[in-house]
Structure formats: C-alpha cells, structure tokens
C-alpha cells in the first residue's frame, strides 16, 4: 500500500498499526498539503453490503463532531472497493502506552483526563453517537498531554441488528460493560461502565477483571465484584472510589445517567486534599452507594430480544430436561414468599413512620426554631447548627457575581419556621461559590480554531482571534492568550487568542518555467521557495513532454510558497505535415487554447486565410469545437508561389496569426 494514491489525494506514506477490522497508515493530503491518518477497512469486512452501508452512515454521523478531546474524521470514501476513513493524525502514544510507562497515574492527573474524555463523549452522546468501545488504546495522548478518543462511527458500526454484540475478544472485553458481554441493549450508559474500567486502570495501574479467556473476562464483567482502587494503591481518596465503582456498577439504575453527571461528580474533588472525607457528590446516591455493585437485571429491551430469539430455537426449548423444570416448580414458590414478605416489611415500615408522626411518645424528635442563616458566612452558620443539635443539612454552592464567597445566599425552610431535630425536613442553604471563575488553558502548539471551539463551549468566554507570524510556532497553531494562561477570569469574559501564520513570508519573483521538463520546473520552483500548483491536463505531473505555460507568469512578484500552476503541450500526431499538392503545398497548423476554459465547454473557432500577393480572404473554417479537442490541428493550402497568412480566432480573441 505504500505509495498508493486514495481518492486521487491521500498518498500512503506509512503503516502505523493494525486492529480487528482495519489496518491505519500515516498519509499525505496532497490537497492540503497536510499529513492525515486513514484508516483501511480489512478485506474481509468489504463483502457485508449491511455492514458497508452502516459503516458509512455512521462514520459520516461522527465526521459531523468537531471537539479538542476527540480525533476528527475529516472524510470517507472508496477507491477500487477499498473503504477508507480519513482523519486528523494525532503525533501521540495511547492512553494504554503512557499508564504503562508510568505504572499507575497520579488520582488528580486521572481525574483530569478522565474530565477530558468525558467532556468528548459528552459532545458525542448530545448528538446520539455512542462509542460502545471506549478503552485506552483508542484514547491517544498528545505531546501536550491533551487526550483524545479516536475510533468514532467504527465502534458503533460493530453492533449487530440480533440479540448478541461482536467485540474484539483480545483487548475490549476488559472494558465492556455487563450488558454488551452479555449482547444486550446498549446506550451512553455502556460508555459510562468503559470509562469507570479505564479510570480504575489509570489509578491502580491494573484491571479490574483477568481472566485466561476472553469468555471468562465477560463472564467476571457480569457477575463478580470488582475490588475498591484504593484497596490496590493507597492514598487513592474514598470519594474517588465511590465515583468509580458507580460509573462501573453492573444494573444501570445504579450507574451514572449521563457523563455529565459523572463530570460533575469529578470536578468536585479534582481540588480537595486526599484527607478531605466531606466531599459532596452529588450524583451518587448515598444511601446505596455500597449497593452499586450488585447485579443487574436484565433490562426490558434484552428480555425483548431473548424472547425474540427463543421464538426461532424451538429445538433448545424442547431440549429441557425434567430435572430443570422440576428445579423452577421448586423455585418459583420460594422467590413469591420473598417478595410478599419484603412488601410486607416495607408496609409495616411506613406504617411505623406515620404513627409516630401522629402518636406522642418520648422518642418523638423536639420541635426548634430555625434562625435566619442568609447573608452570613457558612462557617458561621454550621458551627451555630452544630452547637444547637439541627439536622440533616444540605448544603449546596452556586456561583454569583453579586454575593461574595462563602456567604448563605437562601435558605429553606426559611427563617423562624420549626423543624424536628433528626427528623425528615433536611435544613437546606445555598451557598454563594464567588464568581463563576475559570482558569484560562494552556493554548500553544494547540490547534487554533479546536482551541477557539474549547474556550467557548467548555470555558464560556468570549474569544477574538488575532493571527500573526511567528518564526517558531507552526500555521494554525495558538501562540498564546491575553490574559494569560492560568488567569482566572469570569465566564462571559472576553480574550485575545493569538495563533500563528508561521514564519513571515517574503516576496520572490516567478521563475520561467516555459519549455521546461515537469522536473526541472519542480527544481526551480523549490530554488524560488514557491510550490507546485495544479498541473493541466489534469493528472499529468511528472508529465515527460515540455511546459506550455505557466500561471502565476515568470517575472511576476509572489509570496513565498505560492503556487505555481503549469500547463503542459498536449501530444497531437498532426495529419500531412508539408504534402505537395495540384497548385500548391499543405501546411498543417496547432491552435492553442487560451486559459480560463473549463472541460466540457465548446467554444467558437474561426479560421481566416488571406493571399498576401491579391489580398483575397476567406473564411476557411467557422464551427463550435469542444474544450476537450484542445491544441486543435487543420490543413491549411498554401497557393504555390504566393504568400498565404493564417489567423484564428477563438471566440472573439486572435490567438493564431501566421505567414506561409
């Protein structure tokens, strides 16, 4: 492959790698002049019409997502049955290389990529893509230490229409979630479980789950435990640990709804101290936090499916033995006295709870007077709530402009209401967080306008671009930001995102390029720091005959690596040459077409012959000749012992006057 042109524009440079269903190699857009990664869908995938049609819908769905944290596709295509996708080539290593050179991560540097995949799939799922294989070898890491996920429109494009789901048994078995080992119904949820594997790898350095096959690895993905990371590597915080086995719990009901959730969860102890042990995590559910590892329940859309299947495999269904339907005559019984009992329980509960609103006795909880907790400082108020015994408390931080940091903005109930002390009213205060400040990123060697697209959507300023050369820092690159990185500035504040040209380009005069061989003019055009342009006709570089023309013209004054069009003579066997003839000889003569004609066009060619000696003139030839047909080539007479001139005309414009 190395060498092959895809597409007539993506030269094949190299061979990077290679993974279930496609080969990657580094290549060059001729076009662009930039170097892309193709991926090359493998032999065997291009005979499944249902597959190929999938695999370009969806990839053309993801070419659609334009984010920092997510390797972009910039087309799809085929060329003589080969499907390729086209994408941004990230100079990097994979997430799975740089935790195995480090052995585990640091939990905050963790919790920051983390944030970073999940800001991508989050932009992905708003868009109802989902990855469904989110590991660390399709998360690559850039020199600046910035993640992206690669692989968008592939991952989706393994699933299957029946009830069961192809993975790539060597590597994302260790990553899937229960129900895609299972072969069931999968959604952002599945990426959520892969994201809680990958975090768990990043900080323990291991995996949650080994096992000698890959069937047995699922099967572990299904029913076991996975053990707590800070069991594996100490100084691991606990919240970080809630966090983790919720985004890894096995019934959904349990996991994280969205990565947004997750995100929000992360952002919250990403600042505090290892030691910190009230840290306010939202989106888990406190009271069954130590529950979310307990199996799940196979969902409606999976018991949907293996009833489907159970339709068409009437043979296993006649298959059952008499000891399995004796087992379930045995079984049912028992689970119907479970559940009534459980109800039971529950009722009672209740019943337990309203009597004892309603009933006085000793243990009721007091009645207090709450006090008035707005504008004053929540260290105060939580102090003056301890000392007089009230609770619970919900404490939540909101950002404002307005209420400086730390002060009560509401609360609820509101003040001089009564509540019981220990009882089922939960004191509320919403407490000011200061401004809503964020701390403006790092932006060199960073692609401007992802960059750009970053700091308005995940950071809410308002950013003005300002291009200027540079000497050091590539074209299209970020130079720096006004304020600088690190500031911490409001949202909806405004800045001054600097990216590069490149180096100051100079001007230089084109060379001449006119009876020139397609090498030679390479070489000068090199020596004149100018670059090839297009070359006409179309596909005819490293053309063997000479230059016709050129375009910008010699002489003329450029910037440095503009290109150079040229235009080569277009081989024509000429008919007769100089034939004698009664009267006279024949010359044969070549019209040229002038430039800014398009293929397909006709244009109008009138040919007019003049006797010199009796200054008679007629008009030879008068008709529409197609572009395609260019230089054009006739026979003109030529009276013996006369002078005869010849002139053309294309269209209106004289572009062939000679004497014979």
Known sequence: MIGTVLGNRYEILSEVGSGGMAKVYRAKDRYLQRLVAIKLLKEEFREDSEFLKRFDTEAQAAASLTHPNIVQIYDVGVDNNRYYIVMEFVDGITLKEYIERKGALDWKEAIDISLQICSGLSKAHKRNIIHRDIKPTNIIMTSEGVPKVADFGIARSVSSETDTMIIDTIGSVHYSSPEQARGGYTDEQSDIYSIGVTMFEMVTGTLPFEGETPVAVALKHIQDTPPVPSSIKHGIPHALDDIILTAMAKSRQDRYTTVSELSNDLENIRSKPVSTTDILLPNIKQESKFDTRKLEKPLEEDLDMGKNHRKTSTTNKNAKNRSGENSNKFLMPIIYILLIATILGSIGYFVKMIIDEFVKSPNRPEDITLGNYVNRHIDEVTQELE????????????????????????????????????????????????????????????????????????????????????????????????????????????????WSMGPVKKMVVVPNLIGDTYDTAVKKLNNAKLKLGDTFPEGSEGHRGVIEDQAPKAGETVVEDTPVAIYFAKE?????????????????????????????????????????????????????????????????????????????????????????
């Not at 404490?395 to 001089?416: H, L, R």
């Not at 960073?446 to 995940?458: P, V």
């Open 387 to 498: 000392v007089n015994g009230i609770r619970p408390v919900d404490i939540t931080y909101e950002p404002s402009d307005t209420v400086a940091k730390g002060i009560v903005i509401d609360q609820f109930p509101t003040a001089d209401s009564t509540m019981k002390i220990g009882g089922y009213t939960t004191l509320k205060l919403v407490v000011s967080s200061g401004a809503d400040m964020v701390e403006i990123p790092r932006v060199e060697w960073q692609e401007h306008s992802a960059m750009k697209i970053k700091l308005q959507d995940e950071y809410g300023l308002v950013v003005k671009e300002v291009p200027e050369y540079n000497e050091e820092i590539a074209s299209g690159m970020g130079i720096r930001t006004e304020p600088s990185e690190k500031t911490q500035v409001k949202r909806g504040t405004e800045i001054t995102l600097y």
């Open 572 to 660: 024509v066997n000429e008919p007769g040459g100089n034939t004698q003839v009664p009267g006279g000889t024949t010359k044969t003569v070549t019209i040229g077409l002038p430039q800014g004609y398009n293929f397909g066009e006709s244009v109008r060619l009138r040919v007019y012959i003049t006797n010199i000696r009796t200054g008679d003139e007629s008009l030879h030839k008068d008709s529409y000749i197609p572009v395609s047909e260019f230089p054009y080539s006739l026979i003109i007479p030529v009276t013996a012992g006369s002078e005869t001139n010849v002139r053309a005309l294309i269209n209106e414009l004289l572009v062939y006057d000679k004497t014979f």
